[in-house]
């Protein structure tokens, strides 16, 4: 099993920054890929930012230019800054792992007031 602890979210007014971490322990055999994955009331879930175990990186096209994930392999740990945050960046933020099997965070809320 494996367990995924994300930290770092909250309020901040637009304009602002925050930046989100998720650590993955447990039965970690290999790491093909984490990211995080977004979901606004009323919208489905989609993709925010994904990072390789190699580093290559992916964004939505939303947040291309103001946030930047990147990832620490040695401590199975991957961070997204977000900045120039936005109204309507509110959403809960999940991080995903993909390895063996794919994993999901409980989720943190990040709130952007107008």
């Known amino acids: 099993q494996v367990q995924l602890v994300e930290s770092g979210g909250g309020l901040v007014q637009a304009g602002g920054s925050l930046r989100l971490s998720c650590a993955a322990s447990g039965n970690i055999f290999s790491i093909n890929r984490m990211g995080w994955y977004r979901q606004a009331p009323g919208k489905q879930r989609e993709l925010v930012a994904l990072i390789t175990s190699g580093g290559s990186t992916s964004y939505a096209d939303s947040v291309k230019g103001r946030f930047t994930i990147s990832g620490d392999n040695a401590k199975n740990t991957v961070y997204l800054q977000m900045n120039s945050l936005k109204p309507e960046d509110k959403a809960v933020y999940y991080c995903?792992?993909?390895?063996?099997?794919?994993?999901w965070g409980q989720g943190t809320q990040v709130t952007v007031s107008s």
């Open positions: 995903y792992l993909y390895g063996l099997g794919a994993y």
